[in-house]
Structure formats: structure tokens, C-alpha cells
């Protein structure tokens, strides 16, 4: 039997928000559904596996950005060369910061990044957190989550962003995130999987598809959904706003 490759990223720096939640909920929903999958956890000097399935990356401070600088440009060709290639991909905030072009820092020094997400990330800015971090995207509806950080993302050389920001800030007070083919950066946390099953589903059945799997949902399934539901449900009544957002497109 095909077995899944998720792949995480510097867990022992880039998972001080719960983001490993996130490695939780694909595991156990493609368990759930059948299909086995193996966890490996890579981190600065380790190798790469020769393949992978799914990318998951985490956020972490400013001080871990820095020291992960050097361990992310060993692996960015090799990144790249997977999103081009269609792997499935999450990386949360910090993550999605250092697979990006380039961290302006407070001291003023730049951190590079992978190169994968055409943006950059202005680390100089205020913080934000926001309770009730909803962000409206096509295909997939109104996510729900929270979001923390202090920096704001610019999207460069024509990049799409992930969606649209109904509470909250995201990249700019507009847009959220960025998307480049099947590669995703947010700063939804929650942890973003386990508040949005419909995230988790459309990262699992491209895994799914392009390893000629099918990934089929169980009465599991929706039970585990019914609880994120309600969690979403919690957060939106909290801010005052419509669990679902405008139709999708």
C-alpha cells in the first residue's frame, strides 16, 4: 500500500503557536480514511527525504528565522523544485516568512528566505492579535482562526494572494497569505487545520491524487468537523460576524 510522506520543517524552532496541530490533523484524517502516511520531522542538518507528499511548516520568533537562515538555503532549490512539481504545501506565518524572498528585521539587518513565495515580510511592524482572524478564499469559503504576529507581508512580482480579509489585518488589512500553485503561506492559526477541516481536505486529496490515491470522508470525519464548526461558530459570534462569508467563486 502507497504510504504518504508529510513533511515538517524545523519543528524544534517553528512550532511555538500549536502548528504541529496541523501534522496532527492530516495524519489522523488520512488514517481515518485508510491511507497510511509517515511523519518526518526535519531540522537544521538533517536530509531531506527523496521524495515527499505534503510540506507543513510552523511560525516561530524572529530569533529562530535568524538562526534557521543558513538551513533554509541548504533545502530551497530542492523546495522549489517540489512546488513546482505540485506538492501540496502549508506554511504558517513565521514559516511562510522564511519561504518567502526576504525579513526585514527591527535591527536592521534582512534574513533571506527560500524564494518559494514571491513576497516580503516587514518584521518592524506593530503586532497584531486577532481573535476571530476570518479570511475569505475562493473554492474554499470563510476560514476561521486567530492570528499573531508583528510584520506585514508584501506580495511582489504579481504574486496571488491566499484571500481576502474579512477580521483582521493578514498581509495589509486586505489580503491574506500568498499562493503559489499548491503552495500556501498564511498567517491563520488555530491551529489552521484542525479550525478549517476544509483546508486540511484540499491539501489531503491533492496528496491524494497525485500519489493515484482516493481520499473518501468517513462519519469520523464529520464528527471531528462538527466540532471545528463549532469552534468557528465561537470565535465569529465573538466579533460579530457570519461564520460563512460570500459564495464562493
Known amino acids: 500500500m502507497t504510504t504518504l510522506t508529510i513533511l515538517e520543517l524545523f519543528p524544534e524552532h517553528l512550532a511555538v503557536n500549536g502548528d504541529m496541530g496541523n501534522v496532527i490533523v492530516v495524519c489522523e484524517r488520512l488514517r481515518l480514511a485508510g491511507i497510511d502516511s509517515v511523519h518526518v520531522k526535519h531540522n537544521p542538518g538533517d536530509a531531506l527525504p527523496a521524495s515527499v507528499d505534503m510540506v507543513l511548516v510552523g ?103 491566499f484571500g481576502t480579509v474579512a477580521t483582521g489585518v493578514g498581509n495589509d488589512g486586505r489580503t491574506e497569505g500568498v499562493r503559489v500553485a499548491n503552495a500556501i503561506g498564511t498567517h491563520i492559526q488555530g491551529p489552521a487545520l484542525a479550525m478549517n477541516p476544509v483546508l486540511a481536505d484540499h491539501l489531503i486529496e491533492i496528496a491524494a491524487s ?16 462538527a466540532l471545528a464548526s463549532d469552534c468557528r461558530a465561537i470565535l465569529a459570534r465573538g466579533a460579530g460576524i457570519p461564520v460563512a462569508g460570500p459564495v464562493a467563486a
Open 210 to 225: 497525485r500519489a493515484g490515491l482516493r481520499y473518501e470522508l468517513t462519519e469520523a470525519h464529520h464528527r471531528l468537523d
Open 59 to 161: 511560525t516561530g520568533p524572529v530569533s529562530a528565522q535568524r538562526v534557521l537562515e543558513p538551513a533554509v538555503a541548504e533545502i530551497a532549490q530542492q523546495l522549489v523544485a517540489w512546488r513546482d512539481a505540485g506538492v501540496p504545501m502549508l506554511a504558517v506565518t513565521g514559516g511562510m516568512q522564511l519561504l518567502g524572498s526576504t525579513i526585514a528585521l527591527p535591527n536592521g539587518v534582512a534574513v533571506a528566505g527560500a524564494g518559494l513565495f514571491p513576497i516580503h515580510t516587514d518584521a518592524t511592524a506593530a503586532r497584531v492579535v486577532t481573535n476571530c482572524f476570518a479570511v475569505d478564499v475562493p473554492e474554499l469559503g470563510r476560514l476561521i482562526g486567530i492570528e499573531n504576529h508583528g510584520s506585514r507581508t508584501t506580495l511582489t512580482d504579481g504574486a496571488s494572494a
